[in-house]
Protein backbone atom coordinates (compact mmCIF):
# COMPACT_ATOMS: atom_id res chain seq x y z
CA UNK A 1 0.00 0.00 0.00
CA UNK A 2 3.00 2.36 0.77
CA UNK A 3 4.26 1.67 -3.05
CA UNK A 4 1.09 2.25 -4.33
CA UNK A 5 0.76 5.94 -2.52
CA UNK A 6 4.18 6.70 -3.23
CA UNK A 7 3.79 6.31 -7.23
CA UNK A 8 0.48 8.25 -7.11
CA UNK A 9 2.24 10.95 -5.32
CA UNK A 10 4.66 10.50 -8.51
CA UNK A 11 2.38 10.50 -11.22
CA UNK A 12 -0.11 13.19 -9.41
CA UNK A 13 2.71 15.75 -9.10
CA UNK A 14 3.68 15.39 -12.74
CA UNK A 15 -0.02 14.99 -13.70
CA UNK A 16 0.11 18.49 -11.72
CA UNK A 17 2.53 20.48 -13.17
CA UNK A 18 1.90 19.31 -17.41
CA UNK A 19 -1.35 20.41 -16.16
CA UNK A 20 -0.60 23.55 -15.01
CA UNK A 21 1.33 24.19 -18.15
CA UNK A 22 -1.34 23.32 -19.91
CA UNK A 23 -3.53 25.79 -17.96
CA UNK A 24 -0.56 28.92 -17.95
CA UNK A 25 -2.24 29.81 -21.75
CA UNK A 26 -5.75 30.27 -20.48
CA UNK A 27 -4.46 31.81 -17.06
CA UNK A 28 -2.37 34.05 -19.06
CA UNK A 29 -5.28 35.82 -20.63
CA UNK A 30 -7.49 35.85 -17.66
CA UNK A 31 -4.58 37.70 -15.78
CA UNK A 32 -3.79 40.41 -18.61
CA UNK A 33 -7.47 40.91 -18.59
CA UNK A 34 -7.49 41.06 -14.61
CA UNK A 35 -4.86 43.51 -15.05
CA UNK A 36 -7.06 45.98 -17.77
CA UNK A 37 -9.81 45.45 -15.36
CA UNK A 38 -7.50 46.94 -12.60
CA UNK A 39 -6.32 49.89 -14.93
CA UNK A 40 -10.14 50.58 -15.44
CA UNK A 41 -11.20 50.84 -11.79
CA UNK A 42 -8.12 52.75 -11.27
CA UNK A 43 -9.00 55.24 -14.08
CA UNK A 44 -12.74 55.59 -12.63
CA UNK A 45 -11.61 56.56 -9.36
CA UNK A 46 -9.16 58.71 -10.73
CA UNK A 47 -12.00 60.52 -12.43
CA UNK A 48 -14.40 59.95 -9.55
CA UNK A 49 -11.78 62.14 -7.54
CA UNK A 50 -11.41 64.83 -10.20
CA UNK A 51 -14.87 65.37 -10.46
CA UNK A 52 -15.58 66.13 -6.81
CA UNK A 53 -12.60 68.31 -6.71
CA UNK A 54 -13.75 70.29 -9.85
CA UNK A 55 -17.28 70.74 -8.37
CA UNK A 56 -15.42 72.37 -5.15
CA UNK A 57 -13.65 74.54 -7.85
CA UNK A 58 -16.86 75.73 -9.41
CA UNK A 59 -19.05 75.77 -6.41
CA UNK A 60 -16.66 78.17 -4.89
CA UNK A 61 -18.56 81.50 -3.99
CA UNK A 62 -17.65 84.86 -5.44
CA UNK A 63 -16.91 85.82 -1.57
CA UNK A 64 -14.31 83.26 -0.79
CA UNK A 65 -10.96 85.16 -0.51
CA UNK A 66 -8.90 81.07 -0.09
CA UNK A 67 -9.80 78.06 -1.93
CA UNK A 68 -8.74 74.92 0.45
CA UNK A 69 -7.90 72.24 -2.05
CA UNK A 70 -9.50 69.05 -1.17
CA UNK A 71 -7.10 66.57 0.73
CA UNK A 72 -6.82 63.05 0.37
CA UNK A 73 -4.53 59.88 1.69
CA UNK A 74 -4.85 58.18 -1.44
CA UNK A 75 -5.26 60.86 -4.04
CA UNK A 76 -2.93 63.86 -4.68
CA UNK A 77 -3.75 66.88 -6.85
CA UNK A 78 -2.67 69.89 -9.21
CA UNK A 79 -3.96 73.09 -10.47
CA UNK A 80 -2.27 74.35 -13.59
CA UNK A 81 -3.25 77.48 -15.47
CA UNK A 82 -3.30 77.78 -19.05
CA UNK A 83 0.86 78.22 -19.94
CA UNK A 84 1.04 74.98 -17.97
CA UNK A 85 2.39 76.82 -14.51
CA UNK A 86 1.73 75.45 -11.47
CA UNK A 87 -1.33 76.99 -9.70
CA UNK A 88 -1.24 74.57 -6.73
CA UNK A 89 0.28 71.10 -6.21
CA UNK A 90 0.49 68.50 -4.00
CA UNK A 91 2.35 66.19 -5.75
CA UNK A 92 6.14 66.32 -5.33
CA UNK A 93 7.37 65.75 -8.84
CA UNK A 94 4.74 67.52 -11.29
CA UNK A 95 5.64 66.64 -14.73
CA UNK A 96 1.80 66.98 -16.74
CA UNK A 97 0.40 64.07 -18.10
CA UNK A 98 1.00 64.32 -21.95
CA UNK A 99 -2.69 62.16 -22.42
CA UNK A 100 -5.95 62.01 -20.36
CA UNK A 101 -4.93 59.07 -18.39
CA UNK A 102 -1.75 57.70 -17.91
CA UNK A 103 0.94 55.53 -15.70
CA UNK A 104 4.40 57.04 -14.79
CA UNK A 105 6.75 57.40 -12.42
CA UNK A 106 4.74 54.41 -10.78
CA UNK A 107 1.56 56.65 -10.39
CA UNK A 108 -1.65 56.81 -12.48
CA UNK A 109 -2.29 60.39 -13.54
CA UNK A 110 -5.99 61.87 -14.97
CA UNK A 111 -5.80 65.08 -16.51
CA UNK A 112 -8.63 67.18 -16.66
CA UNK A 113 -9.46 70.36 -18.99
CA UNK A 114 -11.41 72.81 -17.01
CA UNK A 115 -14.02 75.56 -17.57
CA UNK A 116 -13.55 79.19 -16.90
CA UNK A 117 -13.05 79.31 -12.93
CA UNK A 118 -12.24 82.11 -10.47
CA UNK A 119 -8.82 80.35 -9.90
CA UNK A 120 -7.92 81.08 -13.31
CA UNK A 121 -6.88 77.50 -13.49
CA UNK A 122 -7.27 75.61 -16.61
CA UNK A 123 -6.12 71.90 -15.86
CA UNK A 124 -6.41 69.82 -13.13
CA UNK A 125 -4.22 66.81 -12.23
CA UNK A 126 -5.32 63.88 -10.11
CA UNK A 127 -2.94 61.46 -9.17
CA UNK A 128 -2.71 58.01 -7.28
CA UNK A 129 0.04 55.92 -6.22
CA UNK A 130 0.33 52.42 -8.66
CA UNK A 131 0.27 49.14 -6.18
CA UNK A 132 0.16 46.23 -7.82
CA UNK A 133 0.14 43.67 -4.00
CA UNK A 134 -3.09 43.32 -4.17
CA UNK A 135 -3.18 41.59 -7.63
CA UNK A 136 -0.22 39.66 -6.89
CA UNK A 137 -1.45 38.00 -4.08
CA UNK A 138 -4.79 37.43 -6.07
CA UNK A 139 -3.00 35.91 -8.58
CA UNK A 140 -0.62 33.90 -6.39
CA UNK A 141 -3.73 32.55 -4.54
CA UNK A 142 -5.44 31.39 -7.30
CA UNK A 143 -2.41 29.46 -9.04
CA UNK A 144 -1.71 27.94 -5.62
CA UNK A 145 -5.29 27.32 -4.97
CA UNK A 146 -5.31 25.59 -8.59
CA UNK A 147 -2.00 23.47 -8.06
CA UNK A 148 -3.53 21.87 -4.97
CA UNK A 149 -6.35 21.33 -6.28
CA UNK A 150 -5.10 19.42 -9.29
CA UNK A 151 -2.55 17.28 -7.16
CA UNK A 152 -5.01 16.39 -4.81
CA UNK A 153 -7.59 15.00 -7.68
CA UNK A 154 -4.77 13.50 -9.38
CA UNK A 155 -3.61 11.91 -6.40
CA UNK A 156 -6.69 10.54 -5.44
CA UNK A 157 -7.55 9.00 -9.38
CA UNK A 158 -3.92 7.46 -8.95
CA UNK A 159 -4.12 6.33 -5.53
CA UNK A 160 -8.10 4.67 -6.57
CA UNK A 161 -6.96 3.24 -9.69
CA UNK A 162 -3.79 1.89 -8.53
CA UNK A 163 -4.76 -0.23 -5.75
CA UNK A 164 -6.90 -2.79 -7.24
CA UNK A 165 -3.34 -3.50 -9.50
CA UNK A 166 -1.53 -3.38 -6.10
CA UNK A 167 -3.94 -5.72 -4.70
CA UNK A 168 -3.51 -8.22 -7.98
CA UNK A 169 0.09 -8.16 -7.69
CA UNK A 170 0.44 -8.89 -4.21
CA UNK A 171 -2.25 -11.89 -4.71
CA UNK A 172 0.16 -13.14 -7.73
CA UNK A 173 3.12 -13.13 -5.24
CA UNK A 174 1.36 -15.37 -2.78
Do not use: C, W
Not at 3 to 20: C, G, P, Q, T, Y
Not at 43 to 66: C, D, F, G, P, W
Not at 89 to 114: A, V
Amino acid sequence: MKRVKNIALRFSALFSLISAGILFVPMYFFISLYIEHFHLQERLKLMEQAHTVEQKIYNLSKEATTFIFPRSIVYKGALLDKDGNIIFSLLPDLTPPSRKFEKSNNHFYYHKELQNNRLDAKVLVVAKEASYKEIVFKIALMVLALLLLLFLFSFYILQKSLSPLDKANRDLKD
